[in-house]
C-alpha cells in the first residue's frame, strides 16, 4: 500500500537525476557557459541510489524514473537500470531523455529492465535543434527515436516544452505527428526555473492557447478515459492513433494529484520540485545510518510536502537549485 502523506496523497512515484551533467544547454534549462558539475564524490554511487530506490519502494512506492541532466550521458547508467529493475515491487521503471545518445545505448537499456523512455524534443527542425540546445544534432535524436521502437521501449512519450517566439510556431506540425506517425506527444508549460528564469516567464505560453492552435487546425480534441494519475492530461486528434497531453503547470494546478518525490543526484529527497529544503540522505547514507533511518527520513520528506507549489509567485532565489539537478 502507498504511504500517504498529509494531504492524503498516496505517494507512489520516485524520480531519479542520476546526474547533474548533460551533454546540451537548452535555452530553457541551461545557461550556456560556467556550470560547474557537481564532484564525483558529491554524487550518489550507484549502489546508494539502488539502496534508497529499495527504501522507498519499501514505503509503496512502485514507480520510478530516471533524468538527470542527461542519463544517458552517465557511465554504465544500465547497470544501474538492472539494480532498480531487480527490486521487488518495482512495477514501472522508466527514464526521461533527451535522446541524443539513445540509439546506441536503448537495446542495452531494454534488456537491463527499462520500460519506457520519454524523450525530450522540442522542435523538428534541425537548425532550430541546433541553436535552442546549443549543441545538440536533431538527427540523433529521430535514430534513437527509431531505436527505442525497436527496443521496445514503448510507448515512447515526445515531451516538448512551448516556448513563445522560440518554438509555438512548431505546434501544429507536432500534433500533426500523432496522426502520420501515432507519436504520444505531450506539449508542456515552460516553468520559472532554471537558466533562462526571466526569459521563461517571457517565453510563457499557456495550454489554453496551445491547445486552441491545434484545435484550430484539427477539429475538436476528444480526451482519453483513464488517462493516469500523472500531470498530464490526455486528449486525441479524430483518426489519430498517437495521443496530445497537455502538462501545464502554472495555468492548471495539478498538486492536488501529485504522487512524487525526487532524489537529486547529490543525494537530496525533495518533498516538491519548487522545493527550497530537501533531506539529505546523503549524509545520513555516508554516516551509516540503518535502513529504519533512512525510511524515517523518507516518511520525513512525504511529511514536508507541501499542498501545493508556488511557481506563479515568480523566479526562485539565486540559490534554488536549477531543473538540470532536480531532473524535471
Ligand atoms: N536531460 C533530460 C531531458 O531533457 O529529457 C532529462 C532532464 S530534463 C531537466 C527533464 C525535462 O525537464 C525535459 O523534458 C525538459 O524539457 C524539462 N525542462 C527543463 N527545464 C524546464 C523549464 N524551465 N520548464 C519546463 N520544462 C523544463
Ligand atoms: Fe540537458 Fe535536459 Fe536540461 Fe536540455 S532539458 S539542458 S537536455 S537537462
Redesign the pocket.
Known amino acids: 500500500m502507498p504511504y500517504l502523506d498529509s494531504f492524503n496523497r498516496p505517494i507512489e512515484y520516485l524520480r531519479i537525476s542520476v546526474t547533474d551533467r ?5 535555452v ?3 545557461p550556456e557557459e560556467g556550470v560547474a558539475p557537481l564532484g564525483h564524490e558529491a554524487v550518489l554511487r550507484y549502489e546508494e541510489i539502488a539502496r534508497l530506490a529499495r527504501l522507498v519502494v519499501g514505503l509503496g512506492v512502485s514507480k520510478l524514473r530516471l ?4 542519463p544517458l550521458a552517465r557511465k554504465g547508467v544500465e547497470q544501474l537500470v538492472a539494480m532498480l529493475a531487480g527490486i521487488p515491487g518495482v512495477r514501472d521503471l522508466a527514464m ?3 535522446g ?1 545518445l539513445l540509439a546506441g545505448q536503448a537495446d542495452a537499456l531494454a534488456r537491463a529492465g527499462l520500460r519506457r523512455v520519454n524523450v ?1 524534443l522540442d522542435t523538428l527542425r534541425a537548425e532550430r535543434y541546433h541553436a535552442m ?1 546549443r549543441r ?1 544534432q536533431l538527427a540523433d535524436v529521430l535514430a534513437g527515436l527509431a531505436a527505442a521502437g525497436h527496443a521496445g521501449l514503448a510507448p515512447v512519450k515526445i515531451n516538448m ?1 512551448v516556448v513563445r517566439g522560440l518554438n509555438d510556431d512548431e505546434v501544429v506540425d507536432f500534433a500533426r505527428k500523432t496522426v502520420r506517425d501515432g507519436w504520444h506527444v505531450r506539449f508542456i508549460e515552460v516553468m520559472p526555473l ?1 537558466a533562462g528564469q526571466a526569459g521563461a516567464q517571457a517565453g510563457f505560453v499557456p495550454t489554453a492557447e496551445t491547445r486552441a492552435q491545434i484545435e484550430a487546425a484539427f477539429g475538436p480534441l476528444t480526451a482519453v478515459d483513464g488517462s493516469g494519475a500523472g500531470p498530464a492530461r490526455y486528449y486525441r486528434i479524430a483518426g489519430a492513433s498517437g495521443s496530445i497531453g497537455f502538462i501545464s503547470p502554472l495555468s492548471e494546478h495539478f498538486c492536488f494529484g501529485c504522487n512524487r518525490l525526487r532524489l537529486t543526484a547529490d543525494g537530496q529527497l525533495m518533498p516538491c520540485l519548487m522545493s527550497e529544503r530537501a533531506i539529505d540522505l546523503r549524509s545520513l547514507l555516508r554516516r551509516g545510518a540503518n535502513d529504519d533511518e533512512l525510511q524515517s527520513a523518507v516518511r520525513a520528506a512525504i511529511a514536508a510536502k507541501p499542498a501545493g507549489h508556488h511557481m506563479d509567485a515568480g523566479p526562485r532565489g539565486p540559490g534554488a537549485r536549477p ?2 539537478r532536480i ?2
Open positions: 548533460c551533454n546540451l544547454r537548452c530553457y534549462c541551461m533524468t538527470g541532466g542527461e526521461t531523455t533527451n541524443t525530450s540546445t545538440g516544452v532554471g531543473m538540470s531532473g524535471g
